[in-house]
């Protein structure tokens, strides 16, 4: 269930060196603008008069998915001098927006994906592969670009990760984690219920596939611990957001209306909430 939850967390953080090489690219700093996310959508969809009702309706609500904003920072930060590693990449780079893969993955130097699962060697997108745990990965190359999308909360041993990215992050480097809320009611559930109840919650709600669902730890999934593992290994802490995840229900016209409608409704003056710091 960890895909899914009614708010996400996301960080960038600068490599142990950065303040030597001066200040992170303002890129880094703040979220994507309405321009940069209207252009992820129509990468991902094309005309978007011409799409499903599902993406019209976000579209009306003016609500952008925590996935679209992750597409729409790394889409800024990957240049043609990116050396890029994806950690936990799986079979795929980016799931909903493979056609924005293709392109970060044509338009950078070097991508380099690394997942304990076999199903990394179906990634069409990596230029390189490594079928081991991050906590473990060792090689001579260094990286200007670090991506977690989805992966902080199944790792078991984040300072023994946070540690390798350190050794492997070039100086100037940034680290960017996509993950979910530690505390957010979706994420307790996932942690208090067994794995079988996560694979029928999924396919129920998201039609997601039982092999790409798995256990989950939580131990780097607040502001707090994030900042901790980073803090610890000499990083430079750049940016922090939390995003709304209103994707519950996204296969339920009637449904999906009425988790938008209460995300709008907490968003008016009286309800308003403070989304990123």
Request: net charge positive; with cysteine; hydrophobic share 40%.
């Amino acid at each position: 269930m960890p895909d899914r939850s009614s708010s996400l967390a996301g960080g960038v953080a600068a490599s142990p060196n950065a303040l030597q090489q001066g200040s992170p690219p303002l890129a880094a700093k703040r979220l994507p603008t309405k321009r940069e996310l209207i252009r992820v959508l129509r990468w991902k969809h094309g005309r978007l008069t011409k799409c499903g009702w599902g993406v019209r309706l976000r579209r009306r609500f003016g609500y952008f998915t925590p996935a679209e904003y992750y597409e729409a920072l790394v889409a800024k930060l990957v240049t043609p001098e990116t050396s890029w590693l994806d950690v936990g990449c799986g079979r795929d780079l980016m799931p909903q927006n493979r056609r924005l893969a293709g392109m970060l993955s044509t338009r950078c130097a070097f991508l380099l994906g690394v997942d304990p699962d076999p199903a990394i060697f179906e990634n069409e997108f990596v230029h390189a592969r490594a079928n081991e745990p991050i906590e473990s990965f060792c090689c001579e190359r260094t990286f200007s670009l670090v991506t977690l999308q989805m992966v902080a909360e199944h790792l078991h041993d984040p300072e023994g990760a946070v540690a390798n990215l350190a050794k492997l992050l070039r100086p100037g480097g940034m680290v960017v984690v996509y993950t979910v809320n530690r505390w957010s009611p979706t994420s307790i559930a996932a942690f208090l219920t067994p794995q079988w109840v996560h694979h029928v919650a999924k396919k129920v709600l998201w039609g997601s596939k039982k092999e790409d669902t798995y256990a989950v730890a939580y131990r780097m999934n607040t502001k707090r611990r994030l900042s901790q593992l980073f803090c610890a290994e000499g990083f430079q802490s750049v940016s922090f957001h939390y995003l709304p995840d209103c994707r519950c229900f996204a296969r339920f016209r009637v449904l999906h209306f009425l988790e938008l409608s209460g995300w709008k409704f907490l968003l008016t003056p009286a309800f308003s909430l403070n989304h990123c710091e």
